[in-house]
């Protein structure tokens, strides 16, 4: 149960109302100093004492600095003014529909109880009908029970029948009221967050336009990458690439906006970016994804610099590919496999450099024509917090987002690969698990994988997560240890490789059929950089190092459908 009857998504509404009453005290003091200065410096204007031209030109000064800070000072009221309005409304009707969550989920429960019980009046009645008994006695024939006994049996079945009916379409009707009720709220909240897009978008005429401010609104509002599609469709090539200019962060991350706007609009930021020092450790990163831009055609299909934590990337790899920001292409035209690999603990946007080659390598060794995507899109978890499922939960929550843009992206028929490593199998399954459909996921394999989550995203722990429509492969290579201290945690502890239908396959090195001999991998690592933790390893490497025999049997999955047969190493 992942959406309503009218197509709303069926989550958890997030806010913080401390922090919205926090910024709107803050918003209320920045104003207040502001025209505490503009106070000085109008004093300064009038009442400065003294003469000569030094004296003329501070007075004209103050005056220009005091007039020159009504604008912003207008601005931080508006500001103000939008987020304790939404800060409101969220709070009223937000909180509300999250409440209503739960009487949801309890209505569905008491159907699908109802269902079952119809569907065994219905069995016992069924049963009945067929009996001797029912058959002599219906055809008015002579029993050993009495004609009075067995007409109140069959009164009594058909009764069953009728009262399970009842509840069940009873059930039913309070599922559509309360689906109604959670409706309702949802929708104000919507109307409330639309609201307060479109105010932001016409808080300042400095920076959105009178034109500008009514798409940005309604790709701000969007729900789906499908519409966010529509909308930009409907613009003209002119307005695409003056939004695309003016807004790039906000254009470079929304699904359902063409790769190649959003890729042109990411290197945009950027090539902007890397012309300020910023301080470590977001100078080495900037850095290394326009390195990864320049020398290895490494694309951002998204980008955020300035994440909480740290910084959030996708880094697209198209084998063949060459982007030109003049003549704008679709990157995935023609593609035959589309593959995302995707880190576990302390995976940072500033290792590019390894998950970089690894996808390029990935695009050479699979069959046809094929393009990879090395995902840093959430804040990864460290030593202290990697227990937790909390940051998988939000890490799948933005996973599931990117996986339904690449989805809608995709070419039909090309082949999608998720290919996750320790925290990041947490993480992924969980998306995988808990969409509605499969997020168009074809295969996810994980690598030394520390322990999955059966709870889905939302708040309906009853659904389960369900991987329909998806194939599992599983890999531990056996002097991993490291991933079985992240399963020992009773909030991710179950082992993929328990999943019905799940096809594990070996990382311990061995030797192909023609006598090609195919690295172990010696620990917990996906390149060399991670085998520090194991200990003395017999060779570097690690799950996605080019020969080994992880690696050969991920590209045989997306080749063929399934991993390698090889000779014991």
Known sequence: MTSSPRGYPFEVIAYDVGQMNTLHERLTKAKEAVEQMQLVLNNLTGHLEGSGAAIDRVRSSAGDVAAALEKPSDRIERLSGIVLRYGTAVEAHGGKANQLMADVTAAQTALSTAVAEVGTAEDELGAWTRSDDYRAWSAGEETETSSSTLLSRDDRFREAVTTAQGTRDRAAEDLADAWTAWEKEFEAWDDAYARAVASLARVDSGYVSTADAPPLAALADADSPEEVAAIWDAMTE??????????????????????????????????????????EPLDTTINRLMAEYLEN?????????????????????????????????????????????????????????????????????????????????????????VASSEQARIGAEQLTNALRGLDFAAPGGATTTVVAHSYGTTTAF?????????????????????????????????????????????????????????????????????????????????YLPDGTYLDNTPGHGTHSEANLPIGSVVNDGGYLQEGSESFANIANIINYGEPLETVDG
Do not use: C
């Open 238 to 279: 002119a307005e695409r690439a003056r939004i695309a200019a003016s807004y790039p962060e906000f254009i470079g991350n929304l699904e359902g906006i063409p790769y190649e706007y959003r890729i042109a609009a990411n290197v945009a930021v950027l090539e902007e970016a890397s012309k300020t020092s910023w301080g």
């Open 297 to 385: 055609d490494g694309l951002p299909v998204s980008l955020n610099l300035w994440d909480k934590n740290q910084p959030a990337a996708a880094v697209l790899y198209v084998d063949g590919y060459v982007f030109d920001p003049a003549n704008l292409t679709d990157p995935l035209s023609g593609i035959d496999n589309l593959n995302i690999l995707i880190g576990g603990m302390m995976s940072e946007a500033n290792q590019i450099a390894d998950w970089s080659q690894s996808a390029r390598d990935l695009n050479v060794v699979t069959n046809g024509t094929s393009a990879t995507i090395a995902w840093f899109g959430y804040d990864t978890p460290n030593f202290a917090t």
């Open 430 to 510: 969980l998306a995988v698990g808990s969409a509605e459909g499969n997020l168009g996921v074809d295969n996810i394999i994980s690598l030394g994988s520390a322990g999955l989550t059966d709870r889905p995203l939302g708040d309906d722990e009853g659904q389960g997560v369900d991987y329909s429509g998806t194939e599992i492969f599983t890999t531990r290579a056996s002097n991993d240890w490291v991933s079985l201290l992240g399963r020992m945690s009773p909030d991710h502890g179950i082992d993929p490789d328990s999943l019905d239908g799940s096809v594990a396959f070996s990382s311990d090195g061995g």
